[in-house]
């Protein structure tokens, strides 16, 4: 049964590393002109509405990407531009945000003629909304599993690759489920860039799938992790994303970004990074 619905949780500090990640990832490698088939394997329902009765029960976009954008001005590296631009697109006016864009929408903003992106969601409401949203985008909605539907696609049409996981691991296997897809993923392109993400919880559990990873045989994964200064008692305290592949250079970029915006006044993190499996 699929409880989790991304509407309470969009817009907070891991949304902020995550989609912060899949813009740098992204601009990074069309710096390029060859064409990038992209695969949203989680993709959630595209458009969140942060004053919705969901968003303000949480309040988790406060503490996320509303202080990110009371903070912009002061930000001085240029890759934050392309994040600022997408969340400007969707909010008017210079005050709090009101909408924020779930990762299909990141990945839409940037898609060039050539690339494409096929987004996946097994929630019936989530899936539906998706598909209302897609159908005046250029996006490709497949209402099932995402781990299986991505092997499936793979190798794409495309000559480069680009894949966000990013389960809502309401089930403990996931982390295991994640790893093995990986590990087939990266056997069928081994050049892909693949982005992983993972909470980080008081439990220890992302250490199951940080652990198969490094006894994969996938090579070249970059592993970023926020943690927040000031952490619950229970639950997430942290948020990981792992990058197998990275474009040279995505590392010192990413992490130039993320402590821009760490301090107390901004989003509170501390940033552990580095290579969980060399090349
Ligand atoms: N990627 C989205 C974003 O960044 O805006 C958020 C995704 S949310 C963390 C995880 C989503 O995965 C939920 O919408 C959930 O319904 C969906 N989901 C859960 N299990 C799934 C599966 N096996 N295949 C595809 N989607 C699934």
Redesign the pocket.
């Known amino acids: 049964m699929?409880s989790?619905l991304?509407a309470f949780h969009?817009g907070n500090f891991a949304?902020v590393q995550?989609?912060t990640a899949l813009t740098l990832a992204l601009s990074m490698m069309q710096a390029k002109p060859s064409a990038i088939a992209c695969f949203?394997?989680?993709?959630?329902s595209a458009i969140y509405d942060l004053e919705s009765e969901r968003a303000r029960k949480t309040a988790e976009a406060d503490a996320g990407v509303q202080k990110l954008w009371a903070c912009r001005s002061g930000l001085h590296s240029e890759d934050w531009q392309p994040v600022m631009e997408v969340l400007s697109r969707f909010n008017a006016g210079e005050g709090r945000l009101t909408v924020y864009p779930?990762?299909p929408a990141w990945f839409r903003q940037f898609l060039r003629p050539g690339d494409s992106l096929t987004a996946?969601?097994?929630?019936p409401t989530?899936s539906s909304q998706l598909a209302g949203w897609a159908a005046e985008q250029r996006v490709r909605v497949m209402h099932e599993?995402?781990?299986k539907g991505l092997l499936r696609q793979l190798p794409p049409a495309q000559p480069r690759l680009m894949v966000?996981i990013?389960?809502?691991y309401e089930i403990k296997s996931e982390y295991l489920d994640v790893a093995k897809t990986l590990q087939k993923a990266w056997q069928k392109c081994r050049h892909g860039v693949y982005l992983v993400w993972y909470p980080v919880l008081t439990s220890g559990l992302q250490a199951t799938l940080k652990q198969a990873v490094i006894d994969s045989s996938v090579r070249k994964v970059w592993c970023s992790e926020v943690h927040l200064k000031t952490p619950p008692e229970r639950g997430m305290t942290g948020s990981g994303m792992l990058v197998v592949n990275p474009p040279w250079g995505f590392d010192d970029r990413l992490t130039d970004m993320i402590e821009q915006i760490s301090g107390q006044q901004a989003l509170g993190l501390s940033h552990e990074h580095g290579w969980l499996v060399p090349e």
Do not use: C
């Open positions: 699929l989790y991304h969009a949304d995550k989609h949203d394997t989680h993709a959630g779930g990762s996946f969601e097994l929630h989530e599993d995402g781990l966000l990013d389960p809502s």
